[in-house]
C-alpha cells in the first residue's frame, strides 16, 4: 500500500525564517514524488516534482530513499508562500493513481 | 496549456436530487481523468479513476451506484451524485492525465445539501 505521511497539520514561521515542511512515504517500489501547492481560494497546482531536481519560487525537495522522506524546504519563507501544501506519491510511470497526504498549512507571519 | 474546467464552481440542492458535476480538459485530450473528494480541512481521497469508453475504476469503500461515472469523449468526464443527502456535502475536484505527463486539477466543485 501506498502512503504519505506529513506530521504537521500546521507550521507557522517568521518572514525571513528557514521552512522545511516534513512528508515521509510508504511504498513498495520505486515511486514518483511531488509537491503540491493549494493557494487561498485557488486550484491545486504543482509545485515541484523530484525527478525534475529544479527549484521552485525558492523551493527545493531532495528525496531520500533511505529515511523514505521528501522534505520541502526554502531557506527564506515569504509572505505569499502562506498556503497548503501537499505532499504526493504515484508509481512511475504514466496513469498511476497518485496518493496525497494530509497537508501542511505553511503561515508566513510578517 | 493544459487547462481543466470543472463545472459548477457551487451547487446547493435538496436532498434526495441527483447533482452533476462536469470535468473537461480543455486544450488537451485526456484518456484518464480522476475523482477527489475532499472534505474540510482534509486531504484529497481518490474516489475513482475515470477511464474514456470503459467503466470507471472505484477505491475502495466508494459506492459506484452512488457516484455514477460517464467518461463518454477525450476532453470530459462526468460525476454524478444521486439521491444526494447532506452527508455528501463536500468539495469534489477532479484532475485530467495529461499524457505522457501530469494530472491537472480543475477548480473544484462545492456540493451542499440541504
Known amino acids: 500500500a501506498q502512503r504519505v505521511t506529513q506530521p504537521e497539520k500546521l507550521l507557522s514561521v517568521f518572514k525571513g525564517a528557514p521552512v522545511e515542511l516534513k512528508c515521509n512515504y510508504s511504498?513498495?517500489?520505486?515511486?514518483?514524488l511531488f509537491w503540491y501547492v493549494q493557494y487561498s481560494r485557488q486550484r491545486l497546482q504543482l509545485l515541484l516534482r523530484?525527478?525534475s531536481r529544479e527549484s521552485i519560487k525558492g523551493f527545493t525537495a531532495d528525496l531520500n530513499k533511505g529515511e523514505t522522506s521528501f522534505h520541502l524546504k526554502k531557506p527564506f519563507a515569504q509572505e505569499e508562500d502562506s498556503a497548503m501544501y501537499y505532499c504526493?506519491?504515484?508509481?512511475?510511470?504514466?496513469?498511476?493513481?497518485?496518493?496525497f497526504g494530509t497537508g501542511t498549512k505553511l503561515q508566513v507571519i510578517p | 496549456g493544459a487547462v481543466v474546467s470543472q463545472h459548477p464552481s457551487w451547487v446547493i440542492c435538496k436532498s434526495g436530487t441527483s447533482v452533476k458535476i462536469e470535468c473537461r480538459s480543455l486544450?488537451?485530450?485526456?484518456?484518464?481523468m480522476f475523482w477527489y473528494r475532499q472534505f474540510p480541512k482534509q486531504s484529497l481521497m481518490l474516489m475513482a479513476t475515470?477511464?474514456?469508453?470503459?467503466?470507471?475504476?472505484?477505491e475502495q469503500g466508494v459506492e459506484k451506484d452512488k457516484f455514477l461515472i460517464n467518461h463518454a469523449s477525450l476532453t470530459l468526464s462526468t460525476l454524478t451524485v444521486t439521491s444526494a443527502h447532506p452527508e455528501d456535502s463536500s468539495f469534489y475536484i477532479c484532475?485530467?492525465?495529461?499524457?505522457?505527463?501530469?494530472?491537472?486539477f480543475g477548480d473544484g466543485t462545492r456540493l451542499s445539501i440541504l
Open positions: 484532475s485530467a492525465l495529461l499524457p505522457g505527463s501530469l494530472q491537472h
Open positions: 511504498y513498495s517500489g520505486s515511486p514518483e
Open positions: 523530484h525527478i
Open positions: 504526493a506519491l504515484s508509481g512511475r510511470g504514466g496513469y498511476q493513481k497518485v496518493t
Open positions: 486544450d488537451f485530450q485526456a484518456t484518464t
Open positions: 475515470s477511464n474514456e469508453g470503459s467503466k470507471a475504476t472505484y
